[in-house]
């Protein structure tokens, strides 16, 4: 079993930056992806960032340049930095954390943490 446990979420104004935190225990492996998604009112969620094993990352188009993904080993803690906020980021996001090649259906989700942009 996993336990994910994000914060960092706020209200900030357009142009400004946060970072999320998402805390994980549990079974993990060093092998895991880990990664970021989020879900706006009415839409489906989607995927932010991802880090799997080695460091390889991946992200939305929509946040290219703009959100890193990041991951601590030691603290089986991943990081979403989010620069340049846009009020279209507004969502709740969640963390993932799931075996290596399998589908974020199968992983844990944490509980998300709202973040709203205001423009």
């Known amino acids: 079993q996993v336990q994910l446990v994000e914060s960092g979420g706020g209200l900030v104004q357009a142009g400004e930056s946060l970072r999320l935190t998402c805390a994980a225990s549990?079974?993990?492996?060093?092998?895991?992806?880990m990664a970021w998604y989020r879900q706006a009112p009415g839409k489906q969620r989607e995927l932010v960032a991802a880090?799997?094993?080695?460091?390889?990352?991946n992200y939305a188009d929509s946040v290219k340049g703009r959100f890193t993904i990041s991951r601590d080993y030691a603290k089986n803690t991943v990081y979403l930095q989010m620069n340049m906020l846009k009020s279209e980021d507004t969502a709740v996001y969640y963390c993932?954390?799931?075996?290596?090649?399998?589908?974020?259906?199968?992983?844990?989700w944490g509980q998300g943490t709202q973040v709203t942009v205001s423009s």
């Open positions: 880090i799997i094993y080695g460091g390889i990352t």
């Open positions: 549990g079974s993990i492996s060093s092998t895991n992806t």
């Open positions: 993932n954390v799931r075996p290596r090649g399998t589908p974020a259906s199968l992983g844990s």
